[in-house]
């Protein structure tokens, strides 16, 4: 399996995902195709938005933290932060650290 571990600034998920948080551990299935932009700073200070798509069989994204676990590799990047500045609508999206909530996003 391919896959990237990224510690991130801010991720996005659009789509249909179901997420389900197990401790410290959030998971992030897709329940339809969907997309992910995370964006990651550069020791120097630098964002770069990368971004990600998976099919409804995908496995799940995970998260700890800042740190997100992603089973595939990104499929474009750009400099700077596309998803609280986008060149097109995109929504932020802020991970909720109740423990034990699960819920459809």
Known sequence: MDGQV???VLADLTGGWDRAQTGEIVSYQPTTE???SVVR???AG???TYFYKFGQ???PVLVVGDV???PSRF???VPGDQVT????PQKPFHIPVDPGETKRL
């Open 85 to 88: 500045n986008p060149t097109g």
């Open 68 to 70: 997100i676990h992603i």
């Open 57 to 59: 069989a995908s496995d």
């Open 34 to 36: 969907v997309a992910l």
């Open 41 to 43: 700073e550069s020791v």
């Open 6 to 8: 990224v510690k991130f």
């Open 75 to 77: 499929t474009s990047a």
């Open 46 to 48: 630098a964002l770069t």
